[in-house]
């Protein structure tokens, strides 16, 4: 058994971000699944865990993190994974890209919020409506915010790429167009071949 844990849900792009992180710094864990369809994140011992209900939750080096930003932000200061740049401003450049996607589209886009969301609107919107207007719109602008280079930020991987490639699963999953957006395409085939990036894909995590 390893001493690392992660509280996990599969399709949950959070999650995502840190199994891709953990591959890159080449880690062992433990996988604690927590259905967020059955409600399982409401249940005391997950409450305990993470007052706020979600995952991920990674216990490492003796203490229980969680926010999958500041828990791949830990893993590349822990681990030297290189994930944000040396200079101040591209970092600032890096989280800018990061943030585009984890704190504007996938908000906007949680289960949650996007059911409450279709509930109440009396039969006007469904599920797909509501997530095609929204992740269309933020990957579009993400598409504009993307300069040259293999990855989202030149040619090495960035915290960037650990948000995009979970984003993207989520497009297809609501059959997003990516047509317009050849940037992201192509850095999506280059994620695709590292290894790091293809086992914490979901379907390896508990889809079919």
Known sequence: MSDLRLYDYWRSSASYRVRIALGLAALDWDCVPIDLVNGANRADAHLRRNPQGLVPVLEIDEVSLTQSLAIVEYLD?????????????????????????AMEIHPVCNLRVAGFAVGHSGGTLSMQDWMQEFVTHGLT????????????FGDRVTLADLCLMPQLYNARRWDIDLGPMPKIRAIEAELAKIPAFERAHPDRWGGA
């Open 77 to 101: 200061e822990t681990r030297a994974l290189g994930l944000l740049p040396a200079s101040a401003v591209e970092r600032a450049q890096v989280r800018a890209l990061s943030y585009a996607i």
């Open 141 to 152: 602008a993400f598409e504009a915010m993307l300069g040259q280079g293999r990855y989202c």
